[in-house]
């Protein structure tokens, strides 16, 4: 029974793991941690998350909340990724995280991590969105250029990169089935003056507004016929299960870079 520190635990997603966790008798949340500045700090993960108390306090020392934990679960801020990666490593746990907007300092720091630790690093956890790039990667490869690419992605108000680090990835993945130059994903938004197309180029719109949880929707557009491959999130559920089957699947495992997909496929 994997012992589980929860990082980020007072946001949208450390509170879905925590009711998630009910569906796994196997995990077993053993600390919680939140920014120095949370107005949680000091109450029950269980309680804050609508669910009965588990004895586990939101703390703000990282340390504290890693103490004798076998895999961390990361769904905070990216800022302070570096610091986390080096305590998580010296704590020696394995490392789940879905941070998103992540530098290249930042992704730096993940792969030192994974010289000492195990590490699943993924913008989405959702194990249906481990198909959706799979495919997206194949429509790539089969489909001639004359097919443009477009992603658009919608999110909750609150969200602060855009794109979506998930749409970054297809982006990316789609680039590297063409063969092209992925490019700045910022600054191929769609405006009121981008003029036409230009070839080896993937378009990207964002849309934030309300309470939505995730959209990402790819578009093969050829003349007179698209192939769309779209994925749907209904509630945050859906990344939360992928996230402790994800720690679930990591915990014990020698050092080293995991995907998300590797956990999907059942890989040994």
Not at 56 to 80: P, Q, T
Not at 169 to 177: D, S, T
Request: glycine residues 12%.
């Amino acid at each position: 029974m994997p012992a589980i520190a929860l990082v980020g635990a007072t946001g949208r997603m450390g509170r879905a793991v925590v009711c998630a966790a009910d569906e796994y008798p196997q995990a077993h949340i053993t600390g919680a941690s939140a920014s120095a500045h949370s107005r949680h700090l000091g109450k029950d993960i269980g309680v804050l998350a609508g669910r009965p108390a588990l004895g586990v306090a939101v703390a703000s020392e990282f340390a504290l909340a890693l103490k004798g934990a076998d895999v961390a679960i990361d769904f905070a801020l990216a800022d302070g990724v570096e610091e986390r990666a080096r305590m998580i490593s010296t704590a020696g746990c394995a490392w789940v995280l879905g941070s998103t907007g992540l530098s290249a300092r930042q992704r730096e720091a993940i792969d030192l991590a994974s010289t000492r630790i195990a590490v699943i690093a993924s913008p989405n956890m959702s194990l249906a969105v481990q198909l959706l790039m799979r495919l997206v990667d194949a429509a790539a490869r089969a489909l001639p250029p004359e097919f443009d690419i477009e992603i658009h992605e919608s999110h909750h108000r609150d969200k602060v990169d855009a794109p979506s680090g998930t749409a970054r990835r297809l982006g990316e993945i789609a680039a590297a089935a063409r063969g092209i130059a992925p490019g700045d994903p910022a600054g191929s938004i769609r405006s009121a003056s981008t003029g036409p197309r230009t070839p080896d180029t993937i378009g990207f719109s964002v849309a934030r507004g309300g309470d939505l949880v995730g959209e990402h929707r790819v578009v093969f557009a050829g003349l007179g016929e698209q192939l769309v491959l779209e994925h749907r999130a209904a509630d945050r559920m859906a990344f939360a299960r992928g996230a402790l089957s994800a720690a679930l699947w990591l915990s014990g495992r020698p050092a080293g870079r995991y995907e998300m997909s590797d956990v999907g496929s059942g890989k040994q």
